[in-house]
């Protein structure tokens, strides 16, 4: 080999490396607004993902409404206009109803079981093959325990206090659950919760747990809270990546997102844990606090499973996520129960699993 052929090689060889090594840059922003707590999960998945990509991929991330309104952050992603959105899947129901259990249950999973049924019952799966078929890939990396409950200034004490009650309530399944408990269920944004109970538009509000109410400031406008928060029984967040995008990685920059979601699925769960009893204490000391009894409860359980059959039977995509979880329950029962009260929770008197197992296609 000449000198000068050499050197046309040993260049084009560099070139060529450095083409393999080139950095990355993503653009990704989220449904959440820098006042809301919720927000520090996203940042949390941003940094640790940029300190183990380092070199590879950098992502610069934007706060809720800074770059496009919420409610359009998936169409973002899914066009390619941006890279990534930080999300809670429920927020897209209406394109598909499977993204409502992706999301959040009425009265099933706790956090722990979305994260058991996530690592190990094959929910990733789902999540991927759910917002696959909108050109995305999806890491859930966030996890919080069930919702506070309804803040209002009338006691809800029972059934009996939520008849013809005007109530902010988010979810597919939970406005028809309310509504079969006597309830009206009003959807309005988050932004919009405190203004409307000031001003009286709606009898009581639900939001998120203790703490993202406490930041909303809902303590201002209301005297009373009704727990336990039977309508979200626990809540997922995650980021939604462009297909292409993703496909434009190595398989070793993937991989260290991947680890960068799980340990953010892990410390979202202590975090929003410790985040939330501070802030009961604060709302204890704040606003007067009921908790519905045990026949309430049994109650609502009971309708929730119904509306849980319902609605999964009219979208085989939700009948086939639903399945999943409860199978999943079925399965953990032997060993939770036989290990309770060590062990993790509840098992819930949940829906029938030959009952969606019919309506699955």
């Known amino acids: 080999m000449t000198i000068k052929a050499f050197v046309f090689a040993a260049g084009a060889a560099t070139a060529l490396a450095g083409q393999a090594t080139a950095q990355e840059n993503w653009t990704m922003t989220t449904t959440w607004p820098s006042s809301l707590e919720l927000i520090e999960t996203d940042r949390h998945f941003v940094d640790l993902a940029n300190k183990l990509t380092q070199g590879e991929l950098t992502i610069e991330f934007f706060d809720g409404g800074s770059l496009v309104p919420s409610g359009e952050v998936f169409g973002a992603v899914e066009s390619g206009t941006i890279q990534a959105g930080a999300d809670w899947p429920g927020y ?13 249950t009425p009265s099933l999973f706790n956090a722990v079981d979305y994260v058991n049924w996530i690592q190990q019952w094959g929910g990733a799966d789902l999540y991927n093959e759910i917002y696959g078929n909108y050109g995305m890939v999806y890491l859930p ?4 325990n069930n919702e506070s409950g309804f803040r209002t200034n009338e006691p809800i004490r029972n059934l009996e206090d939520l008849q013809g009650k005007r109530l902010r309530l988010s979810g597919l399944e939970q406005g028809k659950l309310l509504e079969r408990l006597g309830g009206n269920q009003v959807s309005m944004a988050g932004g919009e919760i405190y203004q409307s109970l000031e001003r009286g538009v709606i009898d009581g509000a639900e939001f998120s747990t203790p703490n993202v109410d406490w930041s909303g400031g809902f303590q201002q406008v209301t005297q009373y809270w009704a727990t336990p928060g039977w309508h979200q029984s626990a809540s997922v967040f995650g980021v939604m990546i462009n297909k292409s995008s993703w496909d434009a990685l190595s398989a070793e920059t993937q991989e260290k997102l991947q680890i ?6 892990l410390w979202s769960l202590a975090f929003t844990e410790k985040r939330a009893t501070e802030a009961y204490a604060k709302f204890d000391e704040a606003v007067e606090i009921n908790r519905y009894d045990d026949e309430t409860l049994a109650k609502v359980q009971e309708m929730a499973n119904e509306v849980i059959v319902e609605t999964a039977c009219a979208n085989p995509n939700s009948a086939k996520v639903y399945l999943s979880m409860v199978e999943y329950l079925n399965d953990y029962a032997q060993w939770r129960d036989a290990s309770a009260p060590f062990n993790l929770g509840r098992t819930p008197n949940g829906p029938d699993a030959a009952a969606l197992r019919d309506c699955v296609k």
């Open 260 to 265: 960068a979601a799980d340990a953010t699925l």
């Open 141 to 144: 990396y966030g996890v919080t």
């Open 92 to 104: 897209w129901a209406g394109r598909d109803a499977a993204f409502s259990p992706l999301a959040t």
